[in-house]
């Protein structure tokens, strides 16, 4: 029967090493997306010459603390731009000036959102602060700046907690950690599906261009690999902790009897 015992305490071993293999990388999969600004891309045909047409205004007006919502997605639009959950960025010409000829050497600039644009209201019609509010929008974008720092606090509480069980020696506590790392894929989840009803929302306010074309960037698809594993390490916790509690309590009656 020992031996029958270390089979199934290894076979425990081996999910919790998968799972915390899983609750890292997703982790590390989360931090690099809420840390880069290639959450959606545009891709302009000719943005150097675009850029030279408008004059260094384009890139000035960006770059504004009085930029709103339609000035800034314009210049996105217009000069290869990126954005992200904290930074918005577009391609241009180094020291391109209305009265050169467009360059090749091109640069990226970038502006970060303050705390206070990330909870500014939306307008119906973006630019147009007297159209009133679009609270879907609104809403969409807060959720979008809050949601993966709630799922980046579930797992580090959820690995505190991991901590302590390995302290005590028991596996039970797992199932917390299995829980938290639930809640923290349904929050990333949230977090994609915010995004994307946030940009598909802002396109039909703001149509593309003919000559651009928006994609989904890597930082995206990073958010989208971390939710399934946080799912499945969740699954793994709670399946150790619990089928380890199920056959110690079995071992116990066994032993009485």
Not at 38 to 48: M, N, R
Not at 49 to 68: C, L, P, Q, T, Y
Not at 215 to 232: I, R
Request: proline share 4%.
């Amino acid at each position: 029967y020992s031996s029958k015992g270390t089979m199934m305490d290894n076979r425990f071993a081996t999910a919790l090493v998968i799972a915390c293999v899983l609750s890292l990388i997703s982790t590390i999969y989360m931090a690099a997306s809420i840390g880069t600004d290639f959450w959606y891309e545009y891709h302009t045909l000719s943005p150097a010459e675009n850029v030279s047409e408008a004059g260094r205004s384009i890139w000035e007006e960006f770059v504004s603390e009085e930029a709103d919502e339609k000035t800034y997605t314009d210049a996105l639009f217009r000069c290869n731009g990126t954005v992200g959950l904290w930074r918005r960025c577009i391609t241009v010409p180094k020291n391109s000036h209305w009265y050169s000829p467009p360059e090749t050497d091109m640069t990226t600039n970038c502006i970060s959102f303050s705390l206070s644009d990330q909870f500014m209201e939306k307008y119906i019609e973006p630019g147009n602060h007297n159209s009133g509010t679009d609270l879907n929008r609104t809403y969409l974008w807060r959720l979008q700046f809050l949601l993966p720092f709630v799922s980046l606090g579930l797992m580090c509480f959820g690995a505190l907690i991991g901590l302590c069980a390995c302290a005590c020696r028991s596996l039970y506590p797992a199932i917390a950690t299995g829980v938290l790392h639930f809640l923290a894929g349904l929050c990333t989840l949230g977090l994609v599906g915010c995004y994307v009803a946030g940009i598909e929302l802002l396109h039909k306010k703001l149509p593309l261009p003919d000559d651009v074309r928006g994609d989904f960037g890597w930082s995206f698809c990073l958010a989208c690999v971390s939710a399934p594993l946080q799912f499945m390490a969740a699954a793994l916790f709670i399946w150790a902790a619990r089928t380890n509690r199920k056959e110690f309590t079995l071992l116990k009656a066994y032993r009485v009897a």
